[in-house]
């Protein structure tokens, strides 16, 4: 196989002509600059993590850790606050994520079903949706109004479905569950239902899968706006938002730096800390993502075929 | 004779009608019976529209607090009509303008830079043969989407960190101070536009790849007969075949100028660089959640404002669209 491959990339390099050559090589270099570009940031940043305070504190790191520590991560398993957001987080993916599947299924299998009347119209709310909505504040109170604020059901049930992933799942119904195999198992004298339950789901477990990735990355586990508008208890906290209060706002709790004497090293300890936060924050989704990415693609393509 | 004449028309007219009515009773019969038969279909679909009521539309009909004074003693249909009073308050307040402008320089600075580089990075990926460095190149590309804006902004912090950062020590080894980016209401944009081309790039070049992967390889082949090279393949055949998904992506993001990513933005304020980094949302939040008087009716009324003008910018990109390149969203 390999040598297939470098025996026809040699007749493509006789044809091509001299132009050609320099334009794949700038190509080729592009990509690569392109590479280093992307990955840079997130080397320095792991680099970091896994070196010793000092070295942080004293800027000493760039791309290779400096004096390996494994410090920064020893602090953070002590972090109680890190791992209460981290449950919350897998739980409200969790739940949210069958709660968001489970909608967007049963709703876009009727709309899937070209003799269902009323189709279009309703159809149509949905897409309005993505056009125009009544805003932070109107949806604000209606949470507040149902007695959601500060709850958990706060971070499920206001998700509800997607209307980007909406409508791809119903492209899916109609592109893959022909209106025959509906036809032949209502005159074998199944119900919708049983329709439903025996056939639709069985054969929608592709979309499921896309369906439960996009919602539990972007809806669930990488935002912390719903939260942070209808959430006030510390201990409901995703998360993103207890991220959000040791990287961005620099609350860390000061029990967390006692062991450290030096000022100095204190100083580079609260900075190595969040180093290794950022890895260990990023870290589960990095890890499946090489694995799943094909879905989102695949999601993608169902999406841009309309 | 008349009569009997006007008689005859009506029995005859009556028979056309009972015709019609005849051939239309079944159908109406046939409209019940399809609803009846489906009632299941209906059953299923309960619960998604009760969400899509509560969550979606009673929004729409509490923003009506846009043109009342809110307050919560009375509840939305209590409060007193004001009018306009809200939106001209928006109008006469002296942070409109600002806000306005950094909303429209953020959105088209990110639509104008952003815009070409994942088309750039899907027609060079396009061309490489070498499946394992395609696939490579592809795989680490994607990845920044996958990091959550928290964690992207609290890298960013650390990057340009004017102590430990990359830059710092970067600025360092050239032997000159390290400026404080993240503090310096003169970057704000540019980290805030290129920061986030570094996030999306590559998932955005996901679907022109995939546009790209259904190009005629017959005209390829036609065009390498021809002695067309590699740079005029592209100009005159994978270009063109990228531009009507090229250009229904640009009218989408036309009509999104005003939603400015509410979530990274906020992160990144501080109040050094507030006044270029404070944008519709981030206000609206402000005033009706944040602030020590809280002013619902006031953030609805901006919020509602932005919604409006929003949906009608989206129409009219949409129109234009059609117009010049008979490629359009709807």
Redesign the interface.
């Known amino acids: 196989m390999a040598s297939l491959?470098s025996y026809e990339?040699n007749i493509?390099k006789v044809?091509e002509?001299p132009?050609?050559r320099i334009?794949?090589l700038s190509?080729?270099a592009?990509?690569v600059v392109?590479?280093i570009?992307?990955?840079?940031?997130?080397v320095?940043?792991v680099s970091?993590s896994f070196s010793s305070a000092e070295a942080?504190?004293a800027?000493?790191?760039?791309l290779w850790p400096v004096d390996f520590s494994l410090l920064g991560y020893e602090t953070i398993f002590e972090h109680k606050k890190v791992w209460d957001g981290f449950a919350n987080s897998l739980f409200y993916t969790f739940f949210g994520t069958i709660f968001n599947v489970v909608?967007t299924i049963?709703?876009a299998?009727?709309?899937s079903?070209q003799?269902?009347?009323g189709r279009r119209i309703?159809t149509i709310?949905?897409i309005f949706?993505m056009?125009?909505?009544?805003?932070?504040?109107?949806?604000?109170?209606?949470v507040r109004d149902?007695g959601l604020l500060n709850t958990r059901a706060a971070m499920i049930?206001?998700t509800?479905?997607g209307v980007f992933n909406l409508l791809i799942t119903i492209t899916f119904f109609r592109t893959t569950i022909p209106p025959e195999l509906i036809e032949a198992a209502r005159i074998d004298g199944a119900?919708?239902?049983r329709i439903?339950g025996s056939i639709v789901v069985p054969l929608a477990r592709p979309i499921i899968a896309v369906l439960a990735l996009f919602y539990a990355?972007n809806t669930h586990?990488?935002?912390?706006?719903q939260a942070l508008?209808y959430l006030k208890d510390q201990e409901l906290f995703p998360l993103?938002l207890v991220?959000?209060e040791i990287?961005?706002e620099n609350s860390i709790d000061a029990s967390m730096l006692v062991d450290v004497e030096d000022l100095l090293a204190r100083e580079?300890l609260r900075?190595l800390l969040?180093?290794s936060?950022?890895v260990v924050?990023?870290l589960p989704?990095?890890f499946i993502?090489?694995f799943v990415?094909r879905h989102?693609?695949k999601g993608?393509?169902i999406g841009?075929v309309k | 004779m008349a009569g009997k004449e006007d008689a005859l028309r009506a029995s005859g007219e009556r028979s056309q009608w009972r015709k019609r009515l005849g051939g239309s009773a079944p159908r109406w019969g046939k409209f019940w019976l399809r609803i009846r038969r489906n009632w299941q279909l209906y059953v299923l679909l309960i619960l998604p529209l009760a969400w899509l009521i509560i969550f979606r539309y009673a929004p729409m009909y509490g923003a009506q607090i846009a043109f009342r004074q809110y307050s919560p003693v009375f509840g939305i249909e209590g409060s007193p009509w004001v009018g306009l009073a809200n939106f001209e308050r928006f109008f006469n307040s002296p942070k409109f303008e600002p806000i306005i402008v950094n909303t429209l320089v953020l959105s088209f600075y990110s639509l104008i830079a952003g815009f070409p580089i994942p088309i750039i990075l899907a027609l060079s990926l396009n061309q490489v043969k070498m499946r394992l460095f395609r696939n490579s190149v592809q795989m680490i590309t994607y990845a920044p989407h996958f990091i959550s804006t928290v964690v992207i902004v609290g890298m960013l912090f650390q990057f340009l960190h004017p102590r430990v950062g990359f830059t710092a020590v970067l600025a360092n080894a050239l032997g000159v101070n390290a400026p404080n980016w993240m503090g310096d209401p003169g970057a704000f944009r540019h980290i805030f536009v290129w920061s986030g081309i570094w996030q999306e790039m590559g998932f955005g070049a996901i679907i022109y790849l995939a546009v790209l992967s259904t190009v005629d390889p017959a005209l390829h082949e036609a065009a390498v007969v021809d002695g067309a090279n590699r740079l005029q393949r592209i100009r005159y055949i994978d270009i063109p075949g990228l531009l009507p998904t090229a250009m229904v992506l640009l009218v989408l993001s036309t009509g999104r100028v005003l939603e400015v990513a509410f979530e990274k933005v906020y992160l990144m304020q501080s109040p050094l660089n507030l006044s270029v980094a404070e944008v519709i949302n981030t206000y609206v939040y402000k005033v009706g959640l944040l602030s020590p008087i809280l002013d619902f009716s006031y953030s609805t009324a901006i919020g509602l404002l932005k919604g409006i003008v929003g949906l009608l910018l989206l129409i009219a990109v949409n129109h234009a669209a059609r117009r010049l390149t008979q490629n359009s969203v709807w």
């Open positions: 491959t990339s493509n044809n002509s132009v050609d334009f794949m190509n080729t592009f990509l392109i590479t570009i992307v990955l840079l940031p997130l320095f940043i970091a942080v504190i800027g000493r790191v760039t909608m049963i709703a299998y009727p709309l079903r003799d269902l009347i309703i709310a949905f949706t056009l125009f909505n009544g805003g932070l504040i109107p949806t604000y109170m209606v149902l049930l206001p509800g479905i119900s919708d239902f439903f990355v586990w990488n935002t912390y706006f508008i993103q991220l959000r990287l961005i580079g900075e969040k180093y936060l950022i924050a990023s989704v990095m993502y090489p990415q989102f693609v993608i393509m841009s």
